[in-house]
């Protein structure tokens, strides 16, 4: 049951669909993670990792100037195992998600799967040719047999080098190996971190953290990068698609089916059947005029960069959809599912159904999921679904909604700046040398309840394209940019600066690109290394004026994300709590955890970690990171007046001309007569 929350809804969240739904909440007198939060005050003992519980002496809570743990460990050493404990569990949540990819790839390849089929077959070849693996004279199917086999290796190669890393920027390899954080395997590094922040292992705070380092870049350009890989041979590579987002895109009338987790080969499969004449007749006949599906948190992302099918939310939209009494079933499979909507659901008709071998829930009901009978499976938990259709009771849906265009790869970046016969970044890299564009911003990561949700994705992206800076965004952020509007092309054109907009209106991209959901962070990595590669931004990823930040995070994914960013090159900027925030300083260290985050990792990586919880300072940093960048690469200052006489706006003055004027503006002289 809900207690008044101190927390007027406005600033629970800024999306309106939220707060109608949080206003209901109450009245009906049910908890959310947005009362939930005010009545649980965070530890700032460990919130500030500052409290140690590797071991039965303690938990030992370090709140002394200078004291230490039971065993002796200092502040420092308990801040670096508690942060790379953290990334541990982000980069095997994302890796485990590539491993299953990597699986379903082969299985697809040997006719095991159910209904799948290899619909990139460029990408296949042109990933498994730079990996070395023979392609001519050769079946999509035996190609992707080599390729899986190359990435399931991956994960239990025990030394060397990952191969995938292979596809960062040369003078990158050579700073991690320099730096001593190549990972070896995916799987080695998590347990070489786990097993160093075990008690009595490593006990200095750089050196634990050069572990998770090596771990976090196993996740990024290991795990991640092979889920995204498998993803688009399997389900296509992305290219631009109209979708909607927000809670009003469930139906009223037909059977709604939310699909809620992360990995895109159910949900995939859901899509299919869901689509299937046989299954649509068997929703009219429990009543229903058909079948709708829907994504939460990253499910959303993927089918929705893909299929266009919509997005009903981010993280903090899961209990709320249930709120609307109007969806048949919840579909989950891996990571960001809470617990809180097996309880909720139960005040309604939802059924929720578990289908990871990992996840089961308490209270849901579990339909395991194999990729052999993949659509039968699919088809039987629609069927459970519609069948439930019949025990709708009344409905409250927020009549809220917002078209999109998503899908952004770096391929069809590629193709979208320089068209088919010559694609390129070419135009992204002189459009940024000339400062038309400023500097890039990646706005990613989850909604937190401790923060106004989406209020600081929203509010960063304003002052970014307000200040001609390119945003791309994946995951909750993403779908936070989509429920307000700012993924539709010109409708978000009236905030943009100058030169960005000129960009805008000349190839007809929105200002804020989706480029997929948190796996696809790799995504990015791929884009700032073909920036590199066009030329003209320096030789390496920490040269191009680019920020990376997480302003509303809350998962240990995103601990990774943050982590394998930095060690590419990029500055990311952390909003929320600081868990390596601890105290100021202690006599008895070396280092402490925060520094070592951003001056030691600057020294070696050139990208550094910060937590940051004021937003006017995290807009500040951005900005001047990417100011600071682009006189070190002698780019001309960044100056909107130089832009903003061209493109559409330019048409428009062009066009309130008197005739013969207008025809000398266009084409330079009178024509005609
Ligand atoms: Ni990323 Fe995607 Fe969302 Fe955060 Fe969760 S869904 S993997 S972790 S909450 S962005």
């Known amino acids: 049951m809900a207690k008044k929350t101190s927390r007027p809804v406005e600033e629970q969240s800024i999306d309106p669909a939220a707060q109608e739904m949080l206003i209901y909440a109450e009245q009906i007198g049910l908890s959310t993670a947005f009362t939930r939060v005010d009545e649980m005050a965070p530890c700032n003992i460990g919130g500030a990792g500052m409290c140690c519980k590797m071991c039965g002496m303690g938990p030992c ?151 998770a380092v090596r771990c976090a870049v196993a996740d990024g350009w290991g795990g991640s990068l092979i889920a995204t890989d498998v993803s688009d041979i399997l389900f296509g590579t992305p290219a631009p698609v109209m979708g909607e987002a927000n809670l009003g895109v469930l139906s009223k009338t037909e059977v709604n089916v939310v699909v809620h987790g992360h990995e895109p080969t159910l949900s995939m499969m859901i899509v299919a059947a869901s689509q299937d004449p046989e299954m649509i007749e068997y929703a009219k006949s429990r009543g229903a005029e058909g079948i709708v599906v829907s994504g939460i948190c990253c499910t959303a992302n993927e089918t929705l960069m893909r299929q266009g099918v919509p997005a009903a939310g981010n993280f903090l939209h899961q209990e709320l959809a249930i709120l609307t009494g109007a969806v048949e079933a919840m579909v989950v499979d891996v990571q960001c599912i809470m617990q809180a909507i097996v309880p909720l659901a139960e005040n309604f008709h939802t059924e929720i159904v578990t289908t990871s071998p990992k996840v089961k829930i308490t209270g849901a009901t579990h339909i395991e999921f194999h990729e052999d009978r993949a659509l039968d499976i699919a088809k039987e938990i629609i069927k459970r679904a519609c069948d439930n259709f019949v025990n709708r009771k009344e409905t409250k849906i927020p009549d809220l909604k917002s078209s999109l265009i998503a899908g952004f790869s770096h391929e069809y970046i590629n193709y979208m700046l320089g068209g088919s016969y010559r694609g390129s970044f070419r135009p992204l890299n002189d459009a940024i040398m000339a400062g038309r564009i400023r500097g890039v911003a990646a706005i990613i990561g989850c909604n937190n309840p401790r923060s106004n949700q989406d209020y600081l994705h929203i509010e960063v992206t304003k002052e970014m394209l307000k200040n001609d800076v390119l945003v791309v965004q994946t995951g909750c952020g993403a779908i936070a940019s989509a429920k307000l509007g700012f993924m539709l092309g010109e409708a978000g054109l009236d905030q943009v600066g100058p030169g960005l907009r000129e960009i805008c209106e000349t190839t007809g991209m929105p200002p804020v690109l989706h480029v997929g959901s948190c796996v696809d962070n790799a995504r990015i990595l791929t884009v700032l290394t073909q920036m590199v590669a066009e030329g003209g931004l320096g030789d390496d990823i920490d040269q191009v004026p680019a920020v990376g930040m997480a302003p509303e995070w809350m998962s240990e994914k995103a601990l990774s994300i943050a982590t394998y960013c930095v060690a590419s090159g990029a500055y990311v900027i952390m909003g929320g709590s600081n868990p390596v925030a601890g105290m100021e300083k202690v006599s008895n260290s070396q280092f402490v955890a925060e520094e070592v985050i951003s001056k030691e990792w600057e020294r070696l990586y050139g990208g550094r970690l910060e937590f940051i919880d004021d937003i006017d300072e995290i807009i500040k940093r951005t900005l001047a990171h990417i100011d600071k960048k682009r006189k070190a690469l002698n780019l001309p200052k960044y100056d909107p007046a130089r832009w903003g006489a061209s493109g559409d706006r330019r048409m428009v003055e062009i066009e309130e001309l008197p005739l013969m004027r207008r025809e000398e503006a266009l084409y330079g002289m009178p024509v005609g007569d």
């Open 61 to 211: 809570r370090l709140t002394k100037d200078g004291s230490t743990g039971i065993c002796g460990a200092t502040i420092d050493t308990i801040q670096a195992r508690n942060l790379a404990r953290g990334i541990a569990g982000g980069a095997s949540a994302h890796s485990d998600h590539g491993r299953d990819m990597a699986f379903t790839l082969k299985a697809v390849a040997n006719g095991e799967a159910q209904g799948y089929r290899i619909r990139d077959v460029a990408k296949l070849r042109y990933l498994a040719d730079f990996y070395g693996i023979e392609i001519e004279d050769r079946t999509p199917a035996e190609i992707a047999n080599d390729l899986a086999d190359l990435y399931i290796a991956q994960f239990g190669q025990q030394k060397g080098e990952l191969v995938v890393t292979r596809r960062a920027p040369k003078k990158r390899q050579e700073v991690w190996r320099k730096a001593n954080v190549m990972p070896r395997g995916v799987d080695r590094e998590v347990v070489d971190t786990l097993h160093r922040t075990h008690i009595g292992d490593d006990q200095d705070a750089f050196h634990i953290l050069e572990g």
